[in-house]
T-cell receptor
């Protein structure tokens, strides 16, 4: 069974702090995606990484894909209350087919 | 383009009944995947349909089934509902050969 381990499970920080969320597996991904989900809504796609060692930036969010394509991280700089939500990583092991394996998520709370 | 839509948004059913959920993908997307999200198990892949054919299937019992129509709209059916089927059911669509999946807002199913 392919598993995605996401850590930490919960994170509560003050506005302005930095944080990193990790996503690890023993398997190699074809691609990895990060999503943010708010209560009662569907996940919203933030980024897709495909190439080992790839780094992508989205404003204050930096996404990194491990060289071996088995792990990824999400770093948020100067977190804001609007960053609050559930962050999910999802791996695709079967090429471009639509069966994503999701981590359990990191619930982030940013307090003003 | 309009996003993925799901109907209904909320549903309450009794144990033993059956239910049908509907998903309309983003225009031009031919792949539709279904996921179940629960607090304990997180997001789990149910199945994927592409051009009216089931392309992938997750590890769920045969009570869970789906289909896709020629306009790419998809339905998911759960028969003989159990209390444990209470969950947020999400559908996601994507173009045929890309990695990115875009989620709808979900249908919150409560089984009493």
């Amino acid at each position: 069974t392919q598993l995605l381990e996401q850590s930490p499970q919960f994170l509560s920080i003050q506005e302005g702090e930095n944080l990193t969320v990790y996503c690890n597996s023993s398997s190699v991904f074809s691609s990895l995606q990060w999503y943010r989900q708010e209560p009662g809504e569907g996940p919203v796609l933030l980024v897709t990484v495909v190439t080992g060692g790839e780094v992508k930036k989205l404003k204050r969010l930096t996404f990194q894909f491990g060289d071996a394509r088995k792990d990824s991280s999400l770093h948020i700089t100067a977190a804001q209350p609007g960053d609050t939500g559930l962050y999910l990583c999802a791996g695709n092991y079967g090429g471009s087919q639509g069966n994503l394996i999701f981590g359990k998520g990191t619930k982030l709370s940013v307090k003003p | 383009k309009a996003g993925v839509t799901q109907t209904p948004r909320y549903l309450i059913k009794t144990r033993g009944q059956q239910v049908t959920l509907s998903c309309s993908p983003i225009s031009g997307h031919r792949s539709v995947s279904w996921y179940q999200q629960t607090p304990g198990q997180g997001l789990q892949f149910l199945f994927e349909y592409f051009s009216e054919t089931q392309r992938n299937k997750g590890n769920f019992p045969g009570r869970f089934s789906g289909r896709q129509f020629s306009n790419s709209r998809s339905e998911m059916n759960v028969s003989t509902l159990e209390l444990g089927d209470s969950a947020l059911y999400l559908c996601a669509s994507k173009e045929g050969s890309t990695y990115e999946q875009y989620f709808g807002p979900g249908t919150r199913l409560t089984v009493t």
